[in-house]
């Protein structure tokens, strides 16, 4: 038998790396505005390790490997955000992506319209944490993005606690708000 083409650089089955858990310095890719399932107002955010994180282009490469063809961008890389609280007032995970990136940009946001183009490019922080899912049956514990902060804040950050089904943990500062959906929705990856 030869060598199959690409022997030597093609990955292992089963090869995969988690995020780290911790601080991450990020580059957001895109923004969308989006309506949640209870058609109220969210924007999709899909972000990167930036090149000066310990992991930087984690995402992309995860994109580029994949071999599926319908391959979408990263659950672990999309942040879903409702910007309303269930009172109708601006939630506190919405505010907080736009103050962490204003703070980590030196910028201030511009209301209106073309108000998604503004972020992509921008950097962002963001902390990793343990967070439990259920699917088909099955409990397993995830490194999923708990929320977004300032760059600068980035080194250094504390692991959280982790995030169980049955909410044993404390809440998560600016986490009620904050909504990550199932792969399976749809627009992953347009940019």
Not at 21 to 37: C, P
Not at 101 to 121: D, I, L, P, R, Y
Request: charged share 25%.
């Amino acid at each position: 038998m030869q060598m199959p083409n690409n022997y030597e650089s093609t990955k292992v089955g089963g090869d995969f790396t988690p995020v780290n858990l911790g601080g991450h310095h990020m580059v957001i890719k895109q923004v969308a505005e989006r309506k949640n399932k209870k058609g109220g107002d969210m924007i999709v955010v899909l972000f990167d390790f930036a090149a000066n994180d310990s992991q930087p282009g984690y995402f992309t490469e995860a994109f580029r490997d994949d071999v599926r063809p319908d391959k979408k961008w990263s659950h672990n890389g999309t942040a879903y955000i409702n910007v309303n609280d269930q009172n109708g007032q601006c939630s506190r995970s919405f505010k907080g992506f736009i103050t962490s990136c204003e703070k980590s940009n030196k910028f201030t946001v511009a209301w209106g319209e073309n108000f998604c183009a503004q972020f992509k490019g921008k950097k962002i922080g963001g902390i990793f944490g343990e967070v439990e899912n259920e699917y088909n049956g099955k409990t397993t514990m995830r490194h999923e993005l708990r929320w977004f902060c300032e760059d600068a804040k980035v080194d250094g950050a504390q692991i959280p606690k982790p995030k169980y089904l049955d909410n044993k943990t404390a809440p998560v500062p600016g986490g009620e708000e904050f909504m990550k959906v199932p792969e399976t929705e749809e627009d992953s990856i347009p940019f």
